[in-house]
């Protein structure tokens, strides 16, 4: 997406990757929103501005650029970014100019912050120095911000194998969202790995998505079954015998 001197502007709720060059691009623009985009896999930088001022990125995940995740050129100034989440870029941003990198109380996440959260806020205790200038997040997050985890229900289902499903119960799209599943108890043979990980990039208003599933399970004993999607969190415990797994009745 390129704005070239085009302002007052919103870009929202977009699903942009493995694109040639930029994700996003303004360049002599002003007071265009960026806001609850994914960002992901451009051979470019994720969001580049050049000499764009007042414009506010909110939101946004940008994940796995080629070059920086955000590059803010020359002459890129009162530009807010705040609650998005920057993993996987060779270099998550570049600031020539000087910019707001919080809204005061909340910044965003940095996958390389080193920084530490001894008060448990979710905010680290010193600042994410912002490469290119003198610009820093005052407030960097401690974990991906999300916009709608009260939104995601999960199903896990037994019997032959194991099944784990999620559904989009709201109204609104929901853009990347991170899982991770854990095998628990038992004499587990199969599978040999107890822990999975992954990423549900895209999931519509009323859509259900297979996260993962367990075509054979083989061992015996009690098993737990533990499912985090964002911060949704699902267990089911029950017999593992051989190939089946039987629930305990809830």
Not at 26 to 41: A, D, F, G
Not at 89 to 99: C, E, I, L, Q, R
Not at 226 to 244: D, P
């Amino acid at each position: 997406m390129f704005l070239d001197g085009a302002s007052y502007n919103t870009i929202s709720g977009n699903l942009i990757e493995n694109n040639r060059y930029h994700g996003i691009r303004l360049e002599y623009t002003s007071h265009n929103l960026i806001k609850n985009n994914v960002i992901v896999n451009n051979r470019g930088y994720g969001i580049y501005l050049y000499e764009a001022t007042d414009n506010i990125l909110v939101g946004n995940t940008v994940q796995q650029s080629f070059f920086d995740g955000v590059m803010l050129g020359n002459n890129s100034e009162d530009n807010l970014i705040y609650q998005n989440n920057f993993i996987g870029n060779p270099a998550n941003a570049y600031d020539a100019s000087g910019n707001s990198w919080d809204n005061g109380s909340v910044g965003n996440f940095w996958d390389d912050y080193t920084g530490s959260d001894d008060d448990g806020d979710g905010i680290g205790d010193s600042p994410y120095m912002i490469p290119g200038g003198a610009s820093q997040d005052r407030f960097p997050l401690m974990a991906p911000y999300e916009r709608y985890p009260d939104m995601i229900d999960i199903t896990i289902t037994g019997g032959i194998g194991l099944s784990i499903s999620v559904r989009n119960s709201g109204t609104e799209d929901i853009l990347h969202v991170d899982w991770e599943s854990s095998l628990n108890g038992g004499l587990l043979l199969v599978p040999s790995q107890r822990s999975s990980q992954g990423s549900v990039m895209f999931l519509g208003a009323g859509q259900d998505v297979v996260l993962q599933t367990y075509r054979v399970l083989f061992g015996v004993g009690i098993l737990e079954i533990t499912v985090q999607v964002g911060s949704r969190i699902e267990s089911l415990r029950g017999v593992l015998f051989m190939f089946l797994f039987l629930p305990f009745p809830s």
